[in-house]
C-alpha cells in the first residue's frame, strides 16, 4: 500500500458545496463519481476504483506559500 496524490480536474466533481472556513482555506464537500484509486490490477492493467459518495474539497489561501503543515493535512 502506497500513499500518492492524483491530480482531479475541478469539472470532475459534482454537486459541490461551501461547508466552513478552515485553517488554509475555504473547505467544500463534493461528489466524484469516478471514485478513489485503491488498487493496481495487474491482470486488466488498470486501476480499481471505490465508490465513496462525498469528498472534501479544500481549497488553499496564500498558495505561493504552501508549507508543510497544510501537506500532512492533505495527506
Do not use: H, M
Amino acid at each position: 500500500y502506497d500513499t500518492f496524490l492524483e491530480w482531479i480536474p475541478f469539472e470532475k466533481f459534482q454537486n459541490i458545496t461551501y461547508i466552513a472556513e478552515g485553517g488554509f482555506g475555504k473547505i467544500y464537500s463534493a461528489k466524484w463519481p469516478e471514485g478513489n484509486i485503491y488498487y493496481w490490477d495487474i491482470e486488466n492493467q488498470s486501476w480499481l476504483r471505490d465508490n465513496i459518495d462525498k469528498y472534501a474539497l479544500k481549497s488553499l489561501n496564500n498558495s505561493s506559500d504552501i508549507c508543510s503543515d497544510f501537506l500532512n493535512e492533505v495527506i
